[in-house]
């Protein structure tokens, strides 16, 4: 028994011994994990990014910090080549997670666009990046597809929902400039065509259908006179996880799928009549005024085609 303790006290002895000896050489194999070796270990650590091309994207935020009374905007030129990284007024807003190399939107409310009364950290497709009114018709068609999460949002206290909305993709529309002068239209604004929900974990696309499929001519452009309303369909519950996302347009037919799901096709007279031309939108567009709202939506990658 004596022999035994005596060996266990050596062994705390010369364990002991060894913690405080800092001239000991490192047994070959090991890894160092000094601070100053562990920052060279980090550097040599690539980061990977989200995969999104800016080059037909600007961005609009949910701040006016130029204080020319509108959302501040970023432009593809701006954005492109991780341009985006070194604009201070966009980090905030728009930034990077390298933790799993997403993309996060941030947004909240504050200012809003002429047109709506929600903010917005939100993508705006420009095909033309140094023009705005050059957009597609769904007869020249084109796809999106994405991965994306709902990483956060607040609680809604005001209606039955149990946390607030929040739009991450669109198909928008928007007056052709050979149709503003035909019509003689002050603005080009169109109504959005396609609107991807966030709701209560759910995914639930909006489509906008004429209320009178009879309607013709000058009277297909109204947007905000009834003239089109939403068709709602719910496409699945995602909760907080990750999620891939497609739609398609072209020529009279939108088809959208949710993951490996069966595809939600729209084919009906409203899509024939459809009197706007159209761009994709993508990322954290928050539908409400409340205060103290929030949402963050985090994208993987993002791509478009035409």
């Known amino acids: 028994m004596k022999t035994k ?28 994990n000094t601070d ?35 959302p501040d905007e970023y432009q593809p030129s701006e954005l492109n080549n991780f341009g985006y990284q070194d604009l201070d007024e966009v980090q905030p807003y728009m930034y990077d997670d390298p933790e799993d190399s997403s993309l996060v939107f941030y947004t909240f ?52 929902d149990d946390y607030h909305k929040v739009i991450v993709m669109q198909i928008h ?18 109504p959005p065509l396609i609107k991807i929900y966030w709701k209560d974990g759910f995914v639930w696309c909006h489509k906008k259908s004429l209320a009178d ?14 003239t089109w309303t939403d068709i709602k369909v719910n496409l699945g519950y995602v909760g907080y996880d990750p999620f891939d996302f497609r739609i398609t347009a072209s020529d009279a037919r939108i088809e959208v799928q949710l993951n490996d799901d069966q ?13 706007f031309e159209n761009y994709f939108k993508a990322g954290n567009y928050l539908t409400t ?18």
Request: hydrophobic share 30%; net charge negative.
């Open 109 to 160: 409310p504050d200012i809003s666009t002429a047109n709506s009364s929600y903010s917005r950290t939100e993508l705006r497709e420009l095909i033309n990046p140094s023009n705005s009114k050059e957009n597609w018709t769904l007869l020249e068609g084109g796809e999106m597809t994405g991965r994306l999460k709902l990483q956060s949002i607040s609680e809604n206290n005001n209606s039955g």
């Open 5 to 32: 303790f005596s060996i266990f006290i050596l062994l705390v002895f010369l364990s002991v011994g060894c913690s405080k000896n800092n001239n000991l050489e490192r047994p070959e194999g090991t890894v160092d």
């Open 263 to 275: 595809p939600y096709i729209y084919e009906d007279i409203s899509l024939e009549k459809w009197p």
């Open 289 to 306: 005024t409340d205060e103290n709202a929030f949402a963050y939506v985090k994208y993987y990658n993002l791509y478009v085609t035409h």
């Open 213 to 226: 499929e009879s309607t013709t001519g000058f009277d297909l452009y109204g947007v905000y006179d009834g």
């Open 173 to 190: 529309g928007i007056i052709s400039e050979e149709d503003m002068a035909t019509y003689g239209f002050d603005g080009n604004n169109g």
């Open 36 to 70: 100053n070796n562990s920052d060279d270990q980090n550097d040599d650590t690539p980061i990977v990014y989200a995969d999104i091309d800016f080059s037909n994207w600007k961005v609009t935020l949910p701040v006016d910090e130029d204080n020319n009374g509108k």
